[in-house]
């Protein structure tokens, strides 16, 4: 039997792809994606990073047994870039079809004929065949282990996220009546993929606590929960679920989610990271999720997840909230902020919401921070119904976009709310086309296991 693998792919890039194959004229077109690879619990994903659209004429042929081909100068160059990017090789074509698509026998037996020879080239890299067509997707993917690997899901990454498969699937299973007031907005099959989705939750505090109560309450099946500390009694006024007794037996803070999320929904799959999301050990946990959702408050947390959601193409947001007062006590800021994070559209480096000086700061021990005289920090103010904003906002965008229900779905902001003010801003990110971080022109793009993550060991 074949493997499953997943492609994950940015927006700008499938749409790319789809007007190339799709002009309008009813005839075949081609190309090739080059895509970083992950691997997690054995299933294979591979992560789109460069397109290579093939010209007609030139680089896609009339073939001398199905109807047309990439030339072999066109084979030839990308699989040698494969091989030395460390890229996988994924030959592409079109069928007009629309929700659903499968290679013909003759795409099937130039695979059987081609791909060996490719495979030696590539030096360990996959290399393989996708078919689209206008709504649906299929591939064909051969490792140099000998296995073939099938399509799964492609997952579209851009303000909204659209899932395409190789064929329709309309075998949704009757609602659980608690979701009953749910399924009549989200319809059976959102319903579905919220049971499907995995997220992952970094910081269980105040902002975290509240988006895992949320997700669970609406359905989504599988978490993964990740933070080092434990509840104290100063939490209490915070934390959905804590309890004194959590303080007094110094009780993780993702156990305590954990509760809540399992009282809402018993189905649900909850693993538990009780790790800092910096260490290499927890980021790699959550590089095969669906949804980042970023509630931890360090430079170092940023960064990682910033790392995540283009290395690996993963859709996330950032949220927060924060309270400044003047050295005489009067309050001068009390504001919240959501901010989605996707690739193509900006990161959190490109937007200076990742401060290097802090980022160094924290990267010093406890002892070096005391002889430097950074002096110790205060903890910060915070207050639930501030955090709930935030909650609130990220959870809800999460729906929108991860359900594909926007109106316009092209659409990204950041939105910050300053209560003093009583005002809402909505915040165009801004896009460095040279941001290390973010754009294909830096080395993490698209990159999934083979560059490391800007993490500590351990
Ligand atoms: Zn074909
Ligand atoms: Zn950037």
Redesign the pocket.
């Known amino acids: 039997m074949k493997r499953k693998c997943r492609i994950r792919i940015a927006r700008n890039d499938f749409d790319t792809v789809h007007k190339h194959l799709f002009p309008g004229d009813g005839d075949e077109h081609g190309g090739v994606l080059l895509a970083g690879t992950s691997c997690s619990n054995e299933r294979l994903t591979l992560h789109v990073r460069e397109i290579h659209l093939a010209r007609e004429g030139v680089d896609y042929v009339a073939g001398k047994i199905g109807y047309r081909a990439l030339s072999p100068t066109f084979i030839h160059r990308l699989i040698t870039r494969a091989r030395d990017e460390r890229l996988a090789y994924l030959a592409f074509h079109n069928h007009h079809a629309d929700r659903e698509v499968n290679f013909s026998r003759i795409d099937v037996e130039s695979h059987e004929r081609g791909y060996p020879a490719l495979l030696q080239i590539a030096r360990g890299m996959p290399v393989g065949g996708l078919v689209f067509a206008r709504r649906a997707m299929q591939a064909d993917i051969w490792l140099d282990n000998g296995t073939r690997h099938s399509l799964d899901e492609a997952i579209i990454v851009g303000s909204t996220v659209q899932k395409l498969t190789p064929s329709d699937e309309s075998n949704s299973r009757d609602p659980d009546p608690t979701y009953d007031r749910q399924v009549r907005m989200f319809g059976k099959a959102g319903q579905d993929r919220l049971a499907s989705c995995r997220v992952a939750i970094l910081g269980l505090g105040g902002i975290g606590s509240l988006v895992a109560e949320y997700l669970a309450r609406i359905g989504v099946g599988q978490f993964c929960l990740v933070d080092p500390d434990v509840v104290e009694e100063s939490n209490l006024s915070r934390i959905v679920g804590a309890r004194l007794s959590d303080a007094q037996k110094a009780v993780p803070k993702v156990n305590v989610s954990k509760r809540v999320i399992l009282q809402a929904n018993s189905c649900a799959r909850v693993q538990l990271v009780v790790d800092d999301i910096a260490k290499e050990s927890a980021a790699k946990r959550v590089s095969s999720c669906d949804y980042l959702f970023l509630a931890a408050d360090s430079m170092r947390a940023r960064l990682v997840f910033n790392a995540l959601v283009h290395q690996y193409l993963i859709p996330g947001v950032q949220l927060g909230s924060k309270i400044r007062s003047d050295s005489e006590g009067r309050l001068i800021d009390v504001m919240s902020v959501n901010r989605p994070i996707r690739p193509g559209h900006?990161?959190l480096?490109?937007n200076q919401l990742i401060d290097a000086n802090l980022l160094a700061r924290e990267a010093k021990t406890d002892e070096e921070r005391k002889a430097q005289a950074y002096g110790v920090e205060e903890p910060n103010p915070s207050v639930i119904s501030l955090n709930a904003i935030s909650a609130a906002h990220a959870v809800n965008d999460f729906l929108l976009d991860y359900l594909g229900l926007r109106k316009e779905p092209d659409m990204l902001h950041y939105e910050q709310f300053q209560l003093l003010e009583r005002r809402q801003t909505l915040v165009q990110p801004r896009?460095?086309s040279e941001?290390s971080?973010?754009?294909k022109a830096g080395l993490r793009y698209g990159r999934g296991d083979f560059v490391a993550l800007p993490c500590v060991e351990g």
Do not use: R
């Open positions: 900006g990161c480096w490109c896009k460095d941001c971080e973010c754009s």
